[in-house]
């Protein structure tokens, strides 16, 4: 099957949430008529059509986008694609930054969700956020990106607080032979990709890729250009071998792109701001797991990777060694009981370049990090499950996490499910919070009365903070009809406490003096914030060749106490309303048509209006194996703006595109 | 933008199959459909004579409706076939043909389905599985994919003695297209 060999963390996971169950609308409905041993047993598989769907009976407000349904729409990365799942936040910022949230939180460093790629967490340990740019751009051998609203603490640590992003390729077994893909549009300026696939002997198979993408500048309020063009490129290879007992993956990658930098960073000089240098992104990786599966339905795995980066962006300048490894054993006890347990060690080595902007006290750090896990799905009666799961966790900023959580699930009928959950979920502070000092903007002599030196305006670190906290309750609803229908409803609410916020401290014109004063914010774990919500989102199949999907996610998130203005800040920049409608409609004689819709509602803390966003894309093969596509995105209005923010004080709007993509596959 | 509206409602077309290659599923369906036709079930396995023939998949469906297409319409030993999709082996017990899947997300032989497979043993319940290893835990019937220069074909194992423990007869044509049969328990 298309196993992304899950390395560990992953596995787990997924035996929680996500495996196939409803499967809406495979990708073209082949249907063998009168068929004969002797026939199907000369066919050959083009393509694995099963779409995998949030398995029905899991007990999560998990959501699935497949890599062809989202090509459908054109949508080429990965934010895009997030934009139509529920309950996900997604606001662009400028050509190469994105916000990306679930169930809240949406913010400059949104540091509360998870990203997995094949199985290994990317984010980073400086504060625990995303470097969206690294991994913007859709694999051409994407199988799925998996989206899970709601803590998943207890099977992947610490982050997993508001949700988790699984983005998981193709196994080599399904991506043999040739595939090229050439672009051109008014944003993406060019972009190609270049897959092989082979087999390496019997049950084991391979692919080696190289991809690249020129991506052109935002545009600013006034018209004129943002200067933030960046290009990436990547290249990597697969190996999968899956025989009857074992099964390894290994796989590696690596990345450079390189970044206009819009605006201006602050300078101790006047005019006390300079233009940033270019930015860089260059890194890479080797991944690896091994499982075995012993008798009677046991199994066990080991995996480790190892991460190199270095990067060079607004306002960090850092380099880091990421060397992971863990184990899992699962296994059944006594029919009723299948527990799933595992142990992870991470250790990190971070070093960072100071600047006029940004230091951190030590610059350079090494962090090591365990935990341990164990999860039991226990089966109550024929229709009726449980999950207990519990992650004890130890870092280096505050000692040991616990995260427990507890899932109810009861199948009502086979076409519905109703299920419950309960769970904690921590967000640890990292190197940034114990230890930045950032300053964000330096305020010209005389600004503070006549005579004043130049002042700092800083935000600074502290090592007494705690974790950031969450006990989440959550119930869903999913219903199915004729397997042409799926509906999927979840509400939540939100209990945070001790959430990381910041106090300003007053002006202090003593520590340095004469040349500068200083005006800081400190974090304070002062914070609390209720957020509760709803999410729908549904599938129709009302013809064998068109798929309808849709989304409405609702929130109200409130950060308490109000004096503290971060906290409406969070509270403003979070959409209440989002909603999302996609078709998928294949027209017959090789052409296709999708179109995507959605709606942000205002963000009135970042001043930024609602807006819609349209996709549209018409595509149609033009021989075996070649096909041409021409997508338009956000068609809606000329242009509009998803975010702006104090810290980065340059105003970029995303404007309308088109781009012409050629695809050959052989 | 009134005309998008207009777009996505036009009627949808429907292909047809091509002759060489097929998807992976739809290839499986065209199996399943004839094993119906190829194993006798004992007599009590069915409430009346024109009782339907029950094809169930259990837990993840990785068909679509791509199954139900293929079986709609059909006949199989004079009885109509229904698809049914189950997600524990209890509701299971009341199917002809259970179809359990390797999800792409679970581990191949994970212990829900050996579990499945002792639920089922016993019954006249014909069991199709995708991993080779759950022959050995009381699958009767199992896909595997043939790879060979870059393309992979989808054949079948049969393994006897779980069918006749649950009073399952497959006739000889379907034994001599299955890749492999297993005669007497396989494995140790």
Redesign the interface.
Known sequence: ????S?PLGL?IA??LI????????????????D????Q?????????????RP???SPAAAYVLTAEELNYVGVRNIPDALRYAPGMQVSQFDAARWSISARGFNSIAVDKLLVLVDGRPVYTPLWSGVYWEQHAWLSQDL?RIEVINGPAGSVWGANAMNGVVNILSH?T?DT??TALTLGTGTEEKVFGSFRY???AG??A?YRAYVDYTRRDDTELGNGQSSGDAWDMGRIGFRYDR?D??N?IFVKAEAQSGDFNQPGFMPSPTPPYQAPPPRGYNRGGFVQSSW?R?LP????VAVGAWYERLERRLQPTDERSDTFDVGVRY???LG?AH?ITTGALYRYIKHETASTFQLTFTPPNRTLHQWSVYVQDEI?LE??VGATLGVRVEDNPFTGLEWQPDLRLSW?VT?QQ?LWAAVGRAVRTPTFADESRRFITEVSPPGSFGPGSPPVLNEVLGDRQLQSEDLIAYQLGWRGRWN??AMLSASVFYNDYDRLILYEPQPLDTMTLAPDFWRLAVVPVNRGTAHGSGAELAGMW?P????RLFGTVSYLDLEVQPAELQLATIIGGSTAQVQASLR?N?????DWE?G?G?RYVEDLPALNVDSYVG?E?RVAKELTEGVKLALVGQN??EPRHAEFRSASFPIDPYIERSIYLALTWRR | ?RW?AW??F??????T??A????????K???I??FTRYVEWPASAFATPTAPIVVCVL????????L???LAGQLSQKRPLSV?????A??AEQCHVVFI???????????????WL?TLANHPVLTIT?T??TLQ?GAMLCFV?E?E???????FEASLPPMHRAGLTASS??LV?ARKVHREAPGI
């Open positions: 099957m298309t196993a992304p899950a596995a997924i035996h996500a495996t196939a169950g409803s499967a809406l609308a495979a990708e073209d409905n082949v249907i063998i008529r068929p004969t041993f002797e199907l047993a000369r066919l050959t598989v083009t393509s694995v059509t099963g779409t995998v398995q029905f009976t199988d196994s077994r043999q032979g696939g082979g087999a019997v049950n198979w899956d009857d007992a099964r499982s599966r009677a339905g046991a199994d699962g296994t059944q029919g299948t089966r024929d229709r199948s086979d499910l397997n042409n199949e013809a064998p060749r068109w078709s409609l294949d027209l017959g004689n048509l179109v819709l349209a549209v068609l809606w | 933008m998008l777009l996505m036009l009627p949808a077309v429907l292909l199959a091509t060489s290659a097929a998807p992976e599923y739809s290839i369906a065209g199996y459909l004839l837990g993840s469906d990785p068909f679509g409706s791509v139900d297409e293929t049914r999709r189950v997600s524990d209890g509701a899947g390797a999800s792409p997300t679970q581990p191949p032989a994970s212990p829900q389905t050996s579990q002792d995708e080779p290893e835990q994919s790879v220069g870059g393309q992979a074909r989808i054949r044509q379907m297209a």
